[in-house]
């Protein structure tokens, strides 16, 4: 069976009405996904009232290792549609720990508006992020902040100056800590 085929066999399996196998199929895609089913699944936790499949499927963002996931998952995390799940793909992007440091500008802008849940991963998304990042980004993102302290509440106002800290030192590379 070709790639494409697993991929309709997988995207098939995932709208049965038997929950449990739509969570085993959740564990398959974890050796064979690509793009098309990730946006499938993003979909499903979305649409499904079922709590174990909103579980399986949050698992496996989180532990996504694959790079070519990022724009897809950022594509939902800006997409409205799935504004009552934006804290869960949010949080998956720094449990599975890939590079997101392109996408500073879009965690600052989550930090500042969303509410204080969203603003929390988000603002861990930024603690947890890592590469090179144009010096003009940094400077831009630094007014961004200092405008937005202006008329920040407490708790939005305590991560707003942990950002600026934050972003004025990011490593070039990943930090393992023991």
Partial sequence: MGIEDKSK???SDLKSADIEF???TIGQ?????NNVILLA???LLHDTPYSEIKKAILELLSEIKDKASIPTLISAIRNDKYINERKELVASCWQNGLGYNEYLPLFIDL???SDF???FEAFTVIENMYGI???EVIEQETIKIEMALKVADGQKEYLLNNVLTIIKDIPEEIRFTD
């Fill in 9 to 11: 066999k997988i995207l």
């Fill in 29 to 33: 895609i974890r050796e064979s996904g």
């Fill in 22 to 24: 739509v969570v085993e």
């Fill in 41 to 43: 699944l993003i979909d």
């Fill in 133 to 135: 990042i144009p010096e």
């Fill in 111 to 113: 930090v500042i508006n």
């Fill in 117 to 119: 849940l969203v603003a």
